[in-house]
């Protein structure tokens, strides 16, 4: 789990029959595909920034369309978190490639490794300085003070 929540994963291409329902998915349509997902009233669900991108969980599949349920609002009770979303359809005919995310073992282990290494260096530099004794102030030396020059300036007289 959280390494689906601090991005150590990847997409990897997929038959849309492999599949199973409440798997993530990202699926890359035709211009059909997207004028369809637009004229149900769901434009907000698609990224258009390079390619016309659908991402969300799989839901089912009927002979023509697939069904993909995209985040759209995050409810929070007490410490219970529900993400509530919005299905959409997709004609299947119109989806240029389906890809499903996979763990990443390379970055989950980078991701790992990192963690550990920041902890063993907070732990060595905490144990370092706290073997390491304070430093020696040298006593105030009242008679060193006044041999420093005053200078006193007197206004409005």
Do not use: W
């Amino acid at each position: 789990m959280l390494s689906t929540a601090t991005g150590c994963f990847n997409y990897v291409p997929t038959e849309i029959g492999a599949v199973p329902p409440g798997e993530s998915v990202r699926l890359y349509l035709t211009r059909a595909g997207v004028d369809a997902i637009n004229e149900a009233g769901n434009e907000e669900a698609l990224s258009t920034v390079f390619e016309p991108v659908l991402s969300g969980e799989f839901v089912r599949r009927t002979d023509a369309d697939l069904y993909v349920r995209i985040p759209t609002v995050r409810r929070q009770v007490g410490f219970h978190t529900d993400q509530l979303g919005q299905d959409i359809r997709v004609p299947a005919g119109e989806i240029v490639q389906i890809e499903r995310q996979e763990i990443s073992k390379a970055k989950t282990g980078l991701l790992v490794g990192g963690a550990a290494a920041a902890i063993t260096g907070l732990v060595v530099f905490i144990l370092n300085d706290a073997r390491q004794p304070d430093p020696i102030v040298p006593p105030f030396d009242p008679v060193e003070d006044r041999r420093r020059p005053v200078i006193i300036l007197r206004f409005g007289h």
